[in-house]
């Protein structure tokens, strides 16, 4: 039987969904604003549910739904859903987010997605997890297009992106009237390059707030900024 990956509140079994947890999820969860409040959320591209999973934990949000095309890791996302203490307001579609637009009438205060974003192409071999790494599957104008048609009027849209990304992303996003609000940089040490932004955006221009977050201080040394954002989840922290 595999080992579920153990947070303070909630844990998540892994093992049918191509992508693992990782940082960047984790970033994301623990990132994203919940200050307006939000009383709906939607994860595009739930993979294990952790981002909705931690959002729940720190929010009042009446409904959070999740979407989830790779049959194996929707399975995994509801199993995980169901067994978190937040269970009645977590709900997973199946669905491609074409379908799910379409269907949809409903608007969200707050969307999140960790999206596929290896834009080279490349095959591991694994479908799965190519589908799951390569935006040829979500493409970012594809993305943000949907979002504007999901997103309340004072609502927000939170994502994190390879940092080579960003210029593109955000240009794509300003052309269809989305701009950031809140930005993060972040670098795996003092010494590496910038590799990821975490961007929230909102429905017309806003001035922006620019941060720089660096994860470690020297090997499995946390910086306290790290620490301070992920201790709500990881039992290590």
Not at 6 to 21: E, G, H, N, P, S
Not at 33 to 58: F, K
Not at 119 to 125: F, K, L, Y
Not at 162 to 176: D, H, N, R, S, T
């Amino acid at each position: 039987m595999t080992k579920p990956f153990l947070f303070k509140q909630f844990q998540v079994y892994q093992d049918r969904c191509a992508m693992k947890i990782g940082t960047d999820g984790v970033l994301l969860g623990a990132w994203t604003s919940v200050e307006h409040q939000p009383m709906s959320i939607l994860d595009i591209g739930a993979g294990t549910g952790v981002v909705a999973l931690m959002l729940a934990q720190r929010s009042h949000a009446e409904t959070i739904d999740a979407i989830e095309i790779d049959e194996d890791a929707y399975e995994q996302c509801v199993e995980n859903f169901e067994a978190s203490d937040w269970a009645d307001r977590l709900f997973c579609y199946h669905a491609s987010l074409d379908e799910f637009v379409d269907e949809m009438d409903d608007k969200y205060e707050l969307i999140v997605s960790n999206p596929p974003f290896y834009s080279e192409i490349m095959a591991s071999g694994n479908e799965s997890r190519d589908m799951a790494r390569q935006n040829q599957s979500l493409p970012f104008g594809d993305l943000l297009s949907s979002v504007l048609k999901l997103l309340a009027d004072n609502g927000t849209f939170s994502t994190i992106i390879p940092f080579k990304e960003e210029e593109g992303f955000l240009k794509l996003a300003a052309a269809i009237n989305l701009h950031p609000k809140r930005l993060m940089r972040i670098k795996g040490n003092p010494k590496s390059e910038i590799k990821r932004s975490l961007l929230e955006l909102q429905i017309g221009k806003t001035s922006v707030e620019i941060e720089n977050l660096t994860i470690e201080s020297a090997r499995h040394q946390y910086t306290k900024e790290y620490i301070d954002l992920t201790k709500d989840f990881y039992l290590k922290m």
